[in-house]
């Protein structure tokens, strides 16, 4: 990895774990996961199998240090090391930089990276309610933040790296 694509890589999952650990939590403590849209950045910025391994690796160990979810930590590396490469294997199938289509490959990677989360989380844990309605509370609404918050993002990072 070239150091301009590790440094703004380590940038981006800074400004993720930032957004993820001022965000207030929705249900029973669930905090929605804006870690996950600048990983996404990441990976489309480096889109290639090992750099796809660290950054979804690092943004797992992130997230599990600082999840809020009682036992969250195997679930949160799992989700991100399996959305990650969701999301590296959509872009190498799509190569563009069109906007819309980042936004919704962006929108079904949350909603995998949350599935996982859960469904690891329910094996391992146990979960408080039902999955039904984390995915309606927090997936889905996360999934839609998280579309948004990297359409306005990739413009900025595609000006600045012409990625």
Same mark, same amino acid.
């Given at each position: 990895?070239?150091?301009? !694509? *590790? #440094?703004?890589?380590?940038?981006?999952?800074?400004?993720?774990? $930032?957004? =993820? #650990?001022?965000?207030?939590? $929705? %249900?029973?403590?669930?905090?929605? &996961? @804006? %870690?996950?849209?600048?990983?996404?950045?990441?990976?489309? *910025?480096?889109?290639?199998?090992? =750099? #796809?391994?660290?950054?979804?690796?690092?943004?797992?160990?992130?997230?599990?240090?600082?999840?809020? @979810?009682?036992?969250?930590?195997?679930?949160?590396?799992? &989700?991100?090391?399996?959305?990650?490469?969701?999301?590296?294997?959509?872009? !190498? *199938?799509?190569?563009?930089?069109?906007?819309?289509?980042?936004? $919704?490959?962006?929108? $079904?990677g949350t909603l995998i990276s949350g599935l996982v989360f859960l469904l690891s989380a329910f094996v391992l844990v146990g979960l408080p309610v039902s999955v039904g309605s984390l995915v309606l509370v927090v997936v889905l609404p996360t999934a839609f933040a998280n579309a948004i918050v990297n359409l306005l993002l990739h413009?900025?990072? =595609?000006?600045?790296?012409?990625?």
């Amino acid at each position: 990895m070239k150091i301009k !694509t *590790l #440094t703004t890589s380590s940038l981006l999952l800074a400004l993720g774990l $930032l957004l =993820h #650990t001022i965000t207030p939590p $929705l %249900l029973g403590g669930v905090k929605p &996961d @804006f %870690l996950l849209a600048s990983m996404f950045l990441a990976i489309a *910025l480096s889109p290639k199998a090992s =750099h #796809t391994l660290a950054i979804g690796l690092a943004a797992g160990i992130l997230a599990a240090m600082t999840t809020g @979810f009682p036992g969250g930590q195997i679930p949160s590396i799992l &989700d991100k090391l399996v959305s990650a490469y969701f999301v590296y294997g959509l872009f !190498t *199938l799509y190569k563009t930089s069109n906007n819309l289509i980042f936004s $919704l490959i962006t929108f $079904l990677g949350t909603l995998i990276s949350g599935l996982v989360f859960l469904l690891s989380a329910f094996v391992l844990v146990g979960l408080p309610v039902s999955v039904g309605s984390l995915v309606l509370v927090v997936v889905l609404p996360t999934a839609f933040a998280n579309a948004i918050v990297n359409l306005l993002l990739h413009k900025s990072l =595609h000006v600045m790296v012409k990625i």
